[in-house]
């Protein structure tokens, strides 16, 4: 959520016309499936911000195909992974290698709670589902946590926005870092006392 220029309200309003368009609902299934599928440096919040403030009415839609886009894009990381662990190495790179191999490497028996972390929290989720693939993770826990995950973190999202318009983004900061934090500490205590 650290995108200024995204979040501004005058932001690209060539974005704008094509959201509110009838096309609306499938461009932003595009990114959502686009940033959980590839290492690419966007994220869809703003742009589901963007979707609810054109079409309030269509917040329920907005949200779902939201989840299920971001939930099918980290399906096709998890399975590129699963079956191409050298095609994941070559996208993670050297810049992410540091942060995806002890992820990797929790993933052998965390494979649910792990991926509901990166769901929810800042941590990007496509290194997130190639982690769970890469380890050949349980594909039913991760879809599964999946949906969970990206439910609250999109359902909080299209809720704050439907509320509070434009306000929304001041509302959303707070109540993200709120959720990411939150998140984090329970996986904690749960790696500390159940594990």
Do not use: C
């Not at 993670?92 to 972390?117: C, K, M, N, Q």
Request: charged share 10%; glycine share 8%.
């Amino acid at each position: 959520m650290d995108t200024p220029s995204v979040y501004d309200p005058n932001f690209s309003s060539r974005l704008q016309r094509l959201v509110k368009s009838k096309y609306g609902l499938w461009i932003l299934g595009l990114i959502s499936f686009v940033e959980s599928a590839l290492v690419v440096p966007i994220i869809t919040d703003p742009f589901l911000i963007i979707y609810i403030l054109a079409n309030r009415s269509r917040v329920i839609s907005g949200v779902i195909v939201t989840v299920l886009s971001s939930v099918v894009g980290g399906t096709a990381a998890y399975l590129v992974a699963y079956f191409f662990q050298s095609v994941v190495l070559f996208f993670i790179g050297d810049g992410h290698a540091s942060e995806f191999y002890p992820l990797a490497e929790r993933f052998r028996e965390e494979t649910f709670v792990l991926t509901i972390l990166g769901a929810i929290t800042p941590i990007p989720y496509t290194l997130v589902a190639m982690a769970a693939g890469f380890v050949k993770g349980n594909l039913f826990m991760f879809i599964l946590a999946s949906i969970i995950g990206r439910a609250i973190r999109y359902g909080i999202v299209g809720y704050i926005t439907y509320r509070f318009g434009q306000q929304a983004i001041v509302h959303l900061r707070k109540h993200l870092i709120i959720i990411s934090i939150t998140t984090v500490v329970a996986v904690a205590g749960y790696w500390i006392f159940l594990s």
